[in-house]
C-alpha cells in the first residue's frame, strides 16, 4: 500500500475546480477555503502566481507559441504574429510563452493547455479551429505526438535489443543494486562510493552528491525528505526529458537509494507542468515497484520504508529554484527562501525538515556509477575527464536532439558530428554551453571540451551583464525572469545566426511601472542598470545592494 508524504493539496484541489468549471469561480475558491480552512486571500494569491490557473473564463481557444531560443530561430514568433493576426475578432487569446520543454522539436506550441511539436502554420491554424468547434482537452490530447523510445547506452542492467516492451525495457537484474544496499545496509559505503566517483549534483550548482546525503543523514531528527527536481525549465535542457522517457527505472532507483541513505521516508518527483507524457511513463514504473514490493513499507521485503510519489508543478519558470520548489509543495507561492538555512539543514527543507534535493540526471547516476563501479566513471570520459553525460543540443542545426556522450567531448563534436551541423548556406557564429542564461560563446571556442572546469581553464570569465542584452534577447529569454530568480546570471548576450555583434546602442528605458522594491537583491540591481546606464548602475548597485 503506498504511503503519503505530506504535500499541499491546494494544487490538486485547484485543477480540480478549473477543469469541471474552466477557470476558478470566486464561490469556488470560497468553498475551498472554508473546508481547508485558509483565509480567502490566501487561494487567491495562490491561484493568481501561476500562469495556468484561470481567476476569469479563458478564451475558448488559449494559444501559447513558444518564442525562446530554439522556437525563436524555427520561426515561433512569426508564427504567434501569424496566428493573432489570422484569428482576430474570435474567441481566441494568442499570447508568447516561455520554454515549452520541446526544444529539438521546435516550433512547439500549446492549445488549452495541450502541447504540439514541429507545427507548421497549417497545423496550428486547424489546432485552434478543433478547439473554436469545442473540442475536449481529451480530444486535443489525441492529436499530439508521443515521445519516441531510444536505449540508453550506460543502463547497467539492459543489453542491447533485451527490451520487453515499450514501457519497460527492464531484466531480471533490475533494481539489483538497491537489492545489494538493502541486504547489506551498508550506507557509509555507499556514501564513499559517491565521493570516490567525483559525482556532482547535475542540475547547474555541481555540490558533490555524497557529501550532500552524508550532510542530511546527520542532521538530527527522524523527519526528513528527499526531492528530486524534474522542473527543468531553462530554454536549452531538455536532458532530464530524455532520461525520464526512456531510463524511469535508474531514476526511481536512485532516488530510493538516496531517500533510505539519507533516513527520508518519503520521497517526491516534482515534475514540470508541460512534461505530461513523462509523468505518465514514471507512474507507470513507480505503480509497478509498488506491484512488485520494491516502494512501499517492507523494501525488497526488509524492513526498510520508502514510499515515492509524483507531484505536478503549479508550472512557473521559478520553480526550477530549489527552495521555490519546496514552497510550492507546501502549497505556496513558488518565491525562494533567504539561505542559511539550506535545504538539507534543520529548517530549511520540506516542512523546515533537512531535504535532499537532486535533479533527474544526478539520481540517474547514482545506480549507473553504484552498478559499474568508480573505475568505469573514471575511464568513461575523454581527454582528462570523467563520466558520461546528456546533452541536448537545438537550435540552427540538422538534428536536434539529447545525446549521450563522454565528458570531455569537444563542443564542435556535439554541433557538427552528434547534432549535424548546421543547416546548409549557414554559419555558425555562437553556441550556448548551458541555455541562455550561462551566456554565449563564439564559434571560435568550439574546441572547447564539455568539461567541469574547461570555461575558467580557458581562461574566460562571465562579463557584466547590461539589461539592454536581456531586452535585446526578448523573446529567447523566458518572461518574468527579472521577477522571479533571485540570483540573476551574467553573460547574457545576442549572438545567433544573424547578428554579428551585441549592438552597444544606448540602454533601452525601464518597463512603465516597473516597482524596484518588488525585486530580490541581484534582480533590483539589474533592474537598476537598465534605469540609469551600465557605468554609474554598477557603482550604485554597489552602495544600494552591498555584498
Known amino acids: 500500500m503506498q504511503g503519503r508524504a505530506p504535500t499541499s493539496p491546494v494544487f490538486d484541489e485547484l485543477r480540480g475546480i478549473q477543469r469541471t468549471h474552466g477557470y476558478l ?3 469556488e475558491l470560497r468553498t475551498l477555503a472554508d473546508r481547508l480552512r485558509l483565509p480567502l ?38 508564427l504567434r504574429e501569424r496566428l493573432a493576426s489570422r484569428f482576430q475578432g474570435q474567441d481566441v ?20 493547455d495541450q502541447i504540439f511539436e514541429k507545427v507548421s502554420e497549417s497545423d496550428a491554424a486547424s489546432l485552434v479551429d478543433f478547439a473554436l468547434a469545442g473540442a475536449s482537452p481529451e480530444q486535443l490530447a489525441a492529436r499530439r505526438a508521443h515521445p519516441a523510445r531510444t536505449p540508453i547506452k550506460c543502463d547497467p542492467y539492459v543489453a542491447e535489443g533485451d527490451r520487453t516492451s515499450d514501457l519497460e525495457p527492464r531484466t531480471s537484474a533490475q533494481y539489483g543494486v538497491l537489492r545489494s544496499f538493502v541486504q547489506s545496509k551498508d550506507w557509509a559505503g555507499l556514501i564513499a562510493t559517491l565521493k570516490a566517483s567525483g559525482l556532482r549534483g547535475l542540475g547547474g550548482a555541481g555540490f558533490p552528491t555524497g557529501m550532500k546525503w552524508e550532510l542530511v543523514r546527520n542532521q538530527p531528527g527522524p523527519d526528513k525528505y528527499i526531492v528530486c527536481n524534474a522542473d527543468e525549465s531553462e530554454p536549452g535542457t531538455i536532458k532530464d526529458r530524455h532520461i525520464m522517457t526512456n531510463a524511469p527505472h535508474l531514476l526511481v532507483e536512485g532516488m530510493i537509494l538516496g531517500g533510505l541513505v539519507a533516513g527520508a521516508r518519503y520521497g517526491i518527483l516534482y515534475i514540470r507542468h508541460e512534461y505530461t507524457d513523462q509523468e505518465h511513463i514514471l507512474q507507470h514504473e ?12 517492507r523494501v525488497m521485503g526488509s524492513d526498510l520504508a520508502f514510499d515515492l510519489e509524483i507531484f505536478v508543478s503549479p508550472g512557473l519558470y521559478i520553480c526550477g529554484e530549489e527552495s521555490a520548489l519546496l514552497e510550492a509543495i507546501e502549497g505556496k507561492r513558488a518565491e525562494p527562501r533567504n539561505k542559511p538555512p539550506f535545504p538539507g539543514q534543520v529548517g530549511g527543507g520540506l516542512w523546515a525538515k533537512p531535504t535532499v534535493i537532486n535533479n533527474v540526471e544526478t539520481f540517474f547516476f547514482v545506480p549507473v556509477i553504484l552498478a559499474k563501479g568508480v573505475d568505469w566513471m573514471k575511464s568513461a570520459g575523454r581527454n582528462g575527464s570523467a563520466g558520461v553525460k546528456f546533452v541536448g543540443v537545438s537550435g540552427d542545426v540538422v538534428n536536434p ?10 563542443y564542435r563534436e556535439l554541433i557538427e558530428g552528434y547534432a549535424g551541423g548546421v543547416p546548409a548556406g549557414r554559419t555558425l557564429k555562437s553556441y550556448a554551453p548551458s541555455g541562455p542564461a550561462g551566456g554565449y560563446l563564439p564559434a ?13 581553464q580557458a581562461g574566460l570569465r562571465r562579463p557584466r551583464v547590461h539589461a539592454r542584452h536581456g531586452a535585446q534577447l526578448g523573446p529567447l529569454l523566458p518572461q518574468r525572469v527579472l521577477r522571479q530568480v533571485r540570483s540573476v546570471p551574467d553573460g547574457l548576450h545576442e549572438v ?3 547578428a554579428d555583434r551585441v549592438d552597444e546602442g544606448p540602454p533601452r528605458p525601464a518597463r512603465p511601472g516597473a516597482v524596484r522594491g518588488a525585486l ?7 533592474d537598476l542598470r537598465a534605469r540609469t546606464g551600465r557605468s554609474r548602475a554598477d557603482r550604485l548597485g554597489d552602495e544600494a545592494f552591498p555584498r
Open 93 to 112: 487569446n494568442v499570447k508568447h510563452v516561455s520554454c515549452l520543454g520541446r526544444c529539438d522539436l521546435a516550433p512547439a506550441m500549446a492549445v488549452n
Open 41 to 78: 486571500f490566501r487561494l487567491q494569491a495562490v491561484a493568481s502566481f501561476y500562469p495556468h490557473f484561470f481567476l476569469k473564463p479563458p478564451a475558448r481557444a488559449e494559444v501559447r507559441v513558444c518564442g525562446d531560443m530554439a522556437c525563436h530561430r524555427h520561426g515561433g514568433n512569426d
Open 286 to 297: 513507480i505503480d509497478r515497484c509498488y506491484r512488485e514490493g520494491i516502494l512501499g513499507s
Open 496 to 498: 545567433d545566426g544573424d
Open 444 to 456: 571560435s571556442l568550439l574546441d572547447l571540451p564539455l568539461d567541469w572546469n574547461a570555461m575558467t
Open 401 to 410: 536532439g539529447v545525446f549521450e556522450v563522454p565528458m570531455g567531448t569537444p
Open 25 to 27: 469561480p470566486e464561490s
Open 520 to 526: 530580490p537583491r541581484d534582480a533590483a540591481r539589474l
